[in-house]
C-alpha cells in the first residue's frame, strides 16, 4: 500500500518562505509525477506545481517565479520551496502522484492527507 506524507506546513508572514515535502513510501517500482495541489476555504482545489522525470515541470500562473517544485528521486520525495508567500496562497497543501506498484501493470493516482499553509500579518 502506498503513502503519501507531506510535512513542512506552518503560519508565516507574508513575504515569508515555507518549504513543503511529501515523501512517498510503499511497494513502488516507479514514480511518473509528482504534484502539489491546494485548496483553500470555500475554494476549489488547484493545481500548485507538477513534475515527471526528466520532465519540466508545470505551474499556476499564480505561483510562477515565486515557488519551486523539485524531486529526489532516490528518496521518493517532491519538494515545493515557496518564497514571497502572499496571503492568498493561504490553504492546506495536498500532495499527488502517479505511481506505478511492484508487480502491478497499471499506474495509480494517490493524494497524500494535506499540510496547512497560513500567511497572515
Known amino acids: 500500500q502506498v503513502q503519501l506524507v507531506e510535512s513542512g506546513g506552518d503560519l508565516v508572514q507574508p513575504g515569508g518562505s515555507l518549504r513543503l515535502s511529501c515523501a512517498a513510501s510503499?511497494?513502488?517500482?516507479?514514480?511518473?509525477?509528482m504534484g502539489w495541489y491546494r485548496q483553500a476555504p470555500g475554494k476549489q482545489r488547484e493545481l500548485v506545481a507538477a513534475?515527471?522525470?526528466?520532465?519540466?515541470?508545470n505551474y499556476a500562473d499564480s505561483v510562477k517565479g515565486r515557488f519551486t517544485i523539485s524531486r529526489d528521486n532516490t528518496k521518493n520525495t517532491v519538494y515545493l520551496q515557496m518564497n514571497s508567500l502572499k496571503p492568498e496562497d493561504t490553504a492546506v497543501y495536498f500532495c499527488?502522484?502517479?505511481?506505478?506498484?511492484?508487480?502491478?501493470?497499471?499506474?495509480?493516482?494517490?493524494w497524500g492527507q494535506g499540510t496547512q499553509v497560513t500567511v497572515s500579518s
Open positions: 499527488n502522484a502517479d505511481i506505478l506498484l511492484n508487480d502491478h501493470s497499471l499506474i495509480y493516482n494517490y
Open positions: 513534475t515527471t522525470t526528466g520532465g519540466n515541470p
Open positions: 510503499g511497494n513502488i517500482r516507479s514514480i511518473y509525477q
